[in-house]
């Protein structure tokens, strides 16, 4: 009997310890639940916080930056990636060097202001922050005003990062600001965004226009460059409609090169 009794004893202590362990094991999942809660509820509130901000687009951002005067009520109207040949350059960009679009169209927008009045012809209207160049009304004053700006940011990764590609002779360099005159402001003379791939992988010979290579020794590049934009009424639905592409496109993508595929991707 007492062999049994101590039996008895060792079993029922063995089941309170057995069911003591268990109750602490959900006891202590229980209380790590609200922590584990806490954990994803942070880990999601870190994943909404690290949400990229949104890109503010270049027209946008160019036209913040210029801060043209509310009673001209003009815009840059900037595009990225066009070469904007027009039909007058009333200053050429390649000793008019400024820091950026913005200052381009700003200087754009003062040879509009001053050289169009009776009295502007010789008038100072621009000093170009980069190359210190004073720029004047040089034509007596007319309808034709810069209504046309162009730019070379340089080509980023480029073998040039500070060139600016062109079918022409000239060296075009980071700075350059060209001030123009364009007649279609809704289907202006351009290139962009990009250059024709039958363009790009033409040997130097077979190249619309003859680019020496002191003047440019690299491959003509896929994407265009340079920056532009039509100087016109803020909220103009008749800007930048279309665009006209220059005689050496046609030269060259209507000849025994072409045809030639899309320049706009």
Partial sequence: FAICSVLFIVLYCSTLVSRTRSTNRVLSTSTSLPSQLVLRTKAKAETWHSAPTPVEPFSVRV?????????EALSCHAREGFDLAGDAAFVWGLSF????????????AAQRRICSKPDGRGKFFWRASQSGLNARCNEPPSSRKCNAWVFCPGSGDSPAPDRCFSYTIHNHS??????KHES?????????????????????KAW???VATNVWPWPAPRRIAWQAGILAPMGSADVWRGTRLPDWHHKFCNGKHGPCS????
């Fill in 174 to 179: 980071r700075g350059e600001c060209w001030l």
């Fill in 184 to 204: 279609n402001e809704s289907y202006p003379i351009a290139a962009g965004p990009m250059l024709p791939a039958e363009m790009v992988a033409a040997p130097r």
């Fill in 63 to 71: 036209d913040r930056n210029a801060s043209l005067p509310e009673e």
């Fill in 208 to 210: 619309p226009w003859p």
């Fill in 262 to 265: 899309s320049t706009s991707s």
């Fill in 97 to 108: 060097h400024v820091a950026s679009a913005v200052e381009c169209c700003q200087a754009c």
